[in-house]
């Protein structure tokens, strides 16, 4: 992880992403990107998914699942769902951004 006036550089199956985050959010988005790049390389190594947007969506539906299973059970403050939302828009910006670069 990097850290720059701007943002944090965080890396998700071995690619770096820079994001744009508030200094006082920055613990909280490297800990999301580190539970997402966990998330990947588990279903990574499954072989089942192949390519990097496909391994991304699987995780991202895994993770929503587990989020509203969460939540359904009351286990999980507004204020915490309001990051979770907050990082999952940071985390979705730098997909698409990493997505265009490669075209």
Known sequence: MK???EGVT?????KDFMVACPENERAALVDAAGYLDR???EIHATGKVIGTER???????NIAHEL???????????DTVQ?????????DAALRWDAQTRQ
């Open 68 to 78: 509203l299973d969460l939540s359904e059970r009351g286990g999980m403050a507004v």
């Open 10 to 14: 965080v890396t998700i199956l071995g």
């Open 3 to 5: 850290e720059t006036r």
């Open 83 to 91: 990051k979770i939302k907050f990082l999952q828009t940071k985390i």
């Open 39 to 41: 998330k990947m390389r």
């Open 55 to 61: 391994t991304a969506i699987m995780a991202a539906l």
